[in-house]
């Protein structure tokens, strides 16, 4: 898995959709169906892309870029890992970077876009982990790391995404 993958803009609607459960709604109904979810699965690991989740939600590893909806935002966790990774790609070092922050169970602050981190978080993750994102201005998303998932996004990559040409 670990190369560069880029979206084309012909597809990029497509990936803007649910993947897994959507919690949608008031922000405090988000909370305690969230709280609920994590009480009741007993996760190991929880996962989550995108500041407003990382900066709102529980989670171990937190993946994020310091911006809510392209404006920037002060986030209140700290940076232990940073990576480049350009909006509309899943840049080969993103997949590594995002191998260490779960093996070292670490923040992974990201120059660009994080995105599309939610496919190599989903792949990479151990079974037993919640990887969750914002749906902007609706609510949040939950994806389990299971081989269902893990399939679907390998599927995706292979559909929609271009590899990028080695140098």
């Not at 898995?1 to 880029?6: D, E, F, N």
């Not at 989903?122 to 079974?127: C, N, S």
């Amino acid at each position: 898995m670990p190369k560069t993958y880029i979206l084309p803009e012909k597809y990029r609607l497509r990936m803007q959709k649910v993947w897994g459960k959507a919690l949608f709604g008031p922000e405090n109904e988000i909370k305690r169906k969230y709280a609920r979810t994590l009480a009741r699965k007993k996760y190991k690991t929880v996962i989550t892309v995108g500041d407003y989740c990382s900066h709102h939600l529980q989670s171990d590893i937190k993946i994020f870029d310091k911006k809510v909806q392209r404006r920037d935002f002060n986030q209140k966790h700290a940076c232990s890992m940073n990576v480049k990774n350009p909006a509309g790609t899943i840049q080969k070092e993103s997949w590594n970077a995002v191998r260490e922050a779960i093996k070292k169970t670490a923040n992974l602050c990201i120059d660009g876009e994080e995105d599309l981190l939610v496919i190599p978080a989903v792949i990479l993750a151990k079974p037993k982990t919640l990887v969750v994102y914002g749906f902007p201005n609706k609510g949040i998303c939950l994806l389990e790391a299971n081989l269902k998932n893990k399939t679907i996004f390998r599927l995706v990559l292979k559909k929609y995404f271009t590899p990028a040409k080695a140098n």
